[in-house]
Structure formats: C-alpha cells, structure tokens
Nanobody, 129 residues
Framework: QVQLVESGGGLVQAGGSLRLSCTAN????????LGWFRQAPGKEREFVAA????????NYADSVQGRFTISRDNAKNTVYLQMNSLKPEDTAVYYC??????????????????????WGQGTQVTVSS
C-alpha cells in the first residue's frame, strides 16, 4: 500500500496563498494519480482536486476552481496543491488521497471518500479573516 506524506499547511490571512505537497512512497506504480480532500470542523470530508501521473487533465471541486491548482512532479512522486486567494471557508485539514489501484484519479471526485484506498496524515490549513 502506498504511503502518503503531506507538508505545507499553516496559518494565512484571507487572500493569501499556501502550497501543499504530498509525496508518495512505495508502490506508486500501482496508482494512476493522486488527489486532495479536506475536512472542516463539523463537516464531512470533501473532494478538492485530483491529477493523473500521466499527461491528462486535472479535475477540481467547483468551490476551488480558478483559485487552486494541482500539479505533479513525477520524478519526485510528488503532487502539489497551490492555493491562492484563500478564504476563511477554506479552513480545514487537507488530506492527500490515493484511489484504488488502477482506478482513474477522477474516481476520487465521482465517488468521494469511499473511493480512497490510502490517506495521508493530514495537514491543517487555517485562513483568518
């Protein structure tokens, strides 16, 4: 099973930016891509973005489209989430996620958390108003 290690969370003012990183260790060849979810206090975990390792289009939740950008560095087995124009409602714990082996990373958006087979430990993002 792939191991996912996240970094890059923190505290930022509204309108600011942060970049999250997720590095995949072990067995990455079994997975077609990675994604990000987030969970705010008292709310369900929700999809944010996903990207394939191969050339292909990323997909985003409507709430972050145009503000967040997901990218990858295949040589480092790392996926990034660049978050710009942050809002207080973006405050959450952000989790890196792997879909089922061989499944498209788009399945993370279509089927939600139940489609995730590996989670990172989570990183806190706090946006102050």
């Amino acid at each position: 099973q792939v191991q996912l290690v996240e970094s890059g969370g923190g505290l930022v003012q509204a309108g600011g930016s942060l970049r999250l990183s997720c590095t995949a260790n072990r067995g990455t060849f079994r997975y077609s891509g990675l994604g990000w979810f987030r969970q705010a206090p008292g709310k369900e975990r929700e999809f944010v973005a996903a990207i394939p390792w191969s050339d292909g289009r990323a997909n985003y939740a409507d709430s972050v489209q145009g503000r967040f950008t997901i990218s990858r560095d295949n040589a480092k087995n790392t996926v990034y989430l660049q978050m710009n124009s942050l809002k207080p409602e973006d405050t959450a714990v952000y989790y890196c996620a792997a879909p089922a082996p061989g499944a498209s990373p788009r399945s993370l958006q279509v089927y939600g958390p139940r489609s995730v087979t590996s989670w990172g430990q989570g990183t806190q993002v706090t946006v102050s108003s």
